[in-house]
Structure formats: C-alpha cells, structure tokens
C-alpha cells in the first residue's frame, strides 16, 4: 500500500487530455511538501517530467504540466500521442516516512 | 550530460550480501544528496535510502533498515549501498538517483537517474 495513492490506469485516445491524480495526506503533500512526477518507458530507469508540482524540466513538452491542491495533486497530459504510453508515478516527501512513491500510473493510448 | 552507472547486482542466496556501486560524471558529485530507489519486477518504484553531500546524515526504509548501508566517497565520484541479509522481496532493479539542483538532500526530486541494476535473491 502507498503512501501516495494513484489510480492503476488511466487511458485515452490521441489528441485527448488525460489526467493521473496523486492522493497523500497531511504529512506530505497536505503538509506543502513539493510533489515531482516520473515517467517511465517500458524498460527504462524513470524520467524527471515534472518538479516542484508544476516545473517543466528542459526538453519536456510543454502538453504536461502539473498541479497541486490541499492534500492531492495531478499530472495533466493534452494533445495525446502514442509516444506517451507509459507508466507515471509521483512522488512527494512525507514527514512520517521520507521519500515516498505512488504505486504508479499506466498511460494507454488507445 | 549528468551520468550514473550501477554495478554490482546478480544473483545471490538468502540471508547473503551483495555490494551495490554507482558511479557519478559529469556534475559535482560532493555537492549532492544521492538515493537509491528499487523496483520489483512488475511492481512500483519503492525509496530504499538517502546519503548527504558530505555522507554525514543517512535514512533508510524501515523495509531495509539495519540490513542495508547507504555511503559515499567524494574523492571517487562513486555511491554504494551494502546489503546483508538479503530476502527473496529484495529482489529488485536497483537504481542510484541523484537529487536536483536547489532541492533538500532528503526530499527527493530525482533529475538524473542511472539504467539500474538487477539483484536477485534466490536459492
């Protein structure tokens, strides 16, 4: 069980917008820790896509970005390209347990 | 280009130890916090440990704490991470990450990763 909840699945046609939400509580994202989010290709270490829950790293596209709300936050994906099926996994810093991971995000593009 | 090299994973045996090698270039490495992070096969990413810039603060996963070492040496550019009493769900791709310019050594914010290194534990 994660600390950080995320939905197992997510999916949508190209050219859609798609978003992956990401729950915690009040010992990480609730209590204003930063929230960064992972992409990872099929056997590949993940990626940085997003940091400090809403910074595009360079050479990110700018059909992701990232938000954060009281205790939650999401990863918005628009425009959808085939090149996007991936898994997304965020991650936050929680006072109780350090580091902290949600159990990740499969991305299909139907 | 910021590069991270593990080494070290294979196969061992229960209850044995395995030392795992992360090799830095390219950046200031004695400036940096560094982690390792793990991911079972087919599973999630799970954080494993954290190590200061100056190696002198380290905090584990209560999953691996007092079995596994976290550690550095600046002057080699190079992270490790002991592991003794080695379990069957320690088995994992092992990957060193480094954090991000301008974060909290211990928060996370993981700009480079390495390609991983695989551990297996069975016997």
């Known amino acids: 069980q994660s600390v950080l909840t995320q939905p197992p699945s997510v999916s949508g046609a190209p050219g859609q917008r798609v978003t992956i939400s990401c729950t915690g509580s009040?010992?990480?994202?609730?209590?204003?820790?930063?929230v960064h989010w992972y992409q990872q290709l099929p056997g590949t270490a993940p990626k940085l896509l997003i940091y400090?829950?809403?910074n595009r790293p360079s050479g990110v596209p700018d059909r992701f970005s990232g938000s954060k709300s009281g205790t939650s936050a999401s990863l918005a994906i628009t425009g959808l390209q085939a090149e996007d099926e991936a898994d997304y996994y965020c991650?936050?810093?929680?006072?109780?347990?350090?580091?902290?991971f949600g159990g990740g995000t499969k991305l299909t593009v139907l | 280009q910021v590069q991270l090299v593990e080494s070290g994973g294979g196969v061992v045996q229960p209850g044995g130890s395995l030392r795992l090698s992360c090799a830095a270039s390219r950046f200031t490495f004695s400036n940096y916090g560094m982690h390792w992070v793990r991911q079972a096969p087919g599973k999630g990413l799970e954080w494993v440990a954290v190590?200061?810039?100056?190696?002198?603060?380290?905090y584990y996963a209560d999953s691996v704490k007092g079995r596994f070492t976290i550690s550095r040496d600046n002057s080699k550019n190079t992270l490790y991470l002991q592991m003794n009493s080695l379990r069957a769900e320690d088995t994992a791709v092992y990957y060193c990450?480094?954090?991000?310019?301008?974060?909290?050594?211990?928060?996370?914010?993981?700009?480079?990763w390495g390609q991983g290194t695989l551990v297996t534990v069975s016997s």
């Open positions: 991650q936050s810093y929680d006072s109780l347990s350090d580091v902290v």
């Open positions: 009040s010992s990480n994202i609730g209590a204003g820790y930063d």
């Open positions: 990450a480094k954090v991000s310019q301008g974060s909290y050594w211990y928060e996370g914010n993981f700009d480079y």
């Open positions: 400090g829950s809403n």
């Open positions: 190590i200061s810039y100056d190696g002198n603060n380290k």
